[in-house]
């Protein structure tokens, strides 16, 4: 393919990518209306702030404008923090800018002493990402204008407008709550489990499974990590959105979402996920002479694998769901049939036992990790922070024990 077909699928892809997001925005709540809406309140407010310091007659009506879309944050309480980090720069380097400008009559050498100063005081931990301001401020005061007391009192007054209008705006028109992008993200994780899980089942019915399926199905199940770790960012952008935010009062009485006790339980099992994947791909290397279960066997734990990963998409919709009393009853009774299944297995296993010992040691550590799954599935949320239930599974670490309410 030529260098310009390439450029032109690319760009294809691009607009065809933008096509797809507006579609969902335009059809339903998600990721993509959220960031939507974010971005036109940050017009609105820009728009408010211009118009309310131009009707003022401030002197530099643009400073408004342009903290009010820095500030129109993904949470109100971000916009909050960041608000007087970000003022408390400005006026530091409109301050020293001011200062130092009345001094020293060249330009550039008051830029050239204001600048290294302000810039290495942006990283003081207190500014956080806001630090770098405080520079910005000083080449506005510096570039535009004569400094003088006067200004340098409007810049900051045209700053603290602007910031009290996105702040506004974020906690009035439609607060953002991402308890939908948490139970996105919880869903995405359990589908994933599920579907490794069927393939890996299906995989198995067909009995002549070979190493370089076995691989791709531990691949996939080595994804699953990432994807957790995507569940417990948007598990703390839910938690910090709720902080100051006038909504979480209209959503009391509302079944909760994902919690970090949600977390701690999709962790256990990606761990007895990739046991399970392992242990197939080294009973699938081609060097292993003996040892594989027969196809009775297999296709009975097929079946098991199945009822596994009818379980795990009960979980998913217990943590999500509207509906916990009867999302929970799912789940106990998709528990209650893959134990059925599993008690097959074990009966079968002391057959296979007989077949020799590796076969024995592969059955049995194949049936072992899928009821681990089973069993992290039904763990209860630990009573007190940093305290962890006890477990028939691995056992490994410690989980979150705090709620977070959605």
């Keep these: 393919m030529t260098r310009a ?21 335009a059809t339903g709540p998600g990721r993509e209306r959220d960031l939507l809406v974010q971005s036109l309140k940050a017009a609105l407010a820009a728009l408010l702030a211009w118009g309310v310091a131009d009707g003022l007659g401030l002197p530099m009506p643009v400073i408004a404008p342009w903290v009010a879309v820095v500030l129109s944050q993904s949470t109100v309480y971000r916009s909050l923090t960041h608000g007087w980090q970000q003022l408390f720069a400005i006026t530091l380097g409109t301050v020293l800018a001011t200062l130092v400008g009345e001094a020293v009559p060249s330009q ?23 630090g770098v301001y405080g520079a910005t401020a000083a080449l506005f005061t510096l570039s535009y204008g004569e400094p003088s007391a006067y200004a340098a009192g409007a810049r900051v007054l045209e700053a603290l407008l602007g910031a009290a209008i996105a702040v506004a705006v974020n906690l009035f028109v439609f607060p953002p709550m991402y308890l939908r992008s948490a139970q996105s993200a919880v869903q995405g994780v359990v589908r994933e489990v599920r579907e490794v899980l ?16 076995a691989r791709h ?7 699953v990590p990432g994807l ?49 994947t392992r242990t197939l791909t080294e009973a699938a290397d081609e060097e292993r002479i003996s040892g594989r279960p027969d196809s009775e066997a297999t296709t009975l734990y097929a079946t098991f ?36 299944v599993h008690d097959a297995l074990r009966d079968l296993a002391e057959r296979e036992g007989a077949r020799g010992a590796e076969t024995m ?18 763990l209860d949320p630990p009573e ?23």
């Excluded at 069927?198 to 399926?213: F, K, P, Q």
């Design 108 to 130: 550039l050498l008051a830029m050239a002493i204001v600048l290294p100063v302000l810039l290495v005081l942006g990283n003081w931990p207190r500014l956080g990402s806001q």
């Design 305 to 340: 694998l199945h009822r596994v990963a009818d379980a795990c998409a009960a979980h998913g919709r217990l943590v999500s769901g509207d509906d916990p009393e009867a999302d929970r009853t799912e789940l106990r009774e998709a528990v209650e049939e893959a134990r059925r």
């Design 217 to 223: 199905w531990d691949e996939r199940a080595r994804r």
């Design 228 to 276: 957790i770790t995507d569940v417990r960012s948007t598990l703390a952008w839910d938690r910090e959105s709720r902080w100051f935010n006038p909504r979480r009062r209209a959503r009391r009485g509302r079944p909760e979402g994902p919690r970090q006790h949600t977390v701690w339980v999709l962790e256990r099992v990606s761990d007895h996920l990739g046991d399970l």
């Design 5 to 25: 077909r390439l450029i032109t699928a690319s760009v294809r892809g691009e607009v065809l990518a933008v096509g797809r997001a507006a579609r969902r925005a």
């Design 198 to 213: 069927e393939t890996v089942a299906d995989g198995l019915a067909e009995e002549a499974w070979t190493h370089r399926e």
């Design 361 to 378: 040691v592969l059955f049995g550590a194949l049936v072992l990790d899928a009821r681990r799954i089973l069993e992290a599935l039904l």
């Design 384 to 406: 007190n922070s940093g305290s962890v239930p006890g477990t028939t599974g691995s056992g490994r670490g410690s989980g979150p024990g705090r709620r977070a309410d959605a």
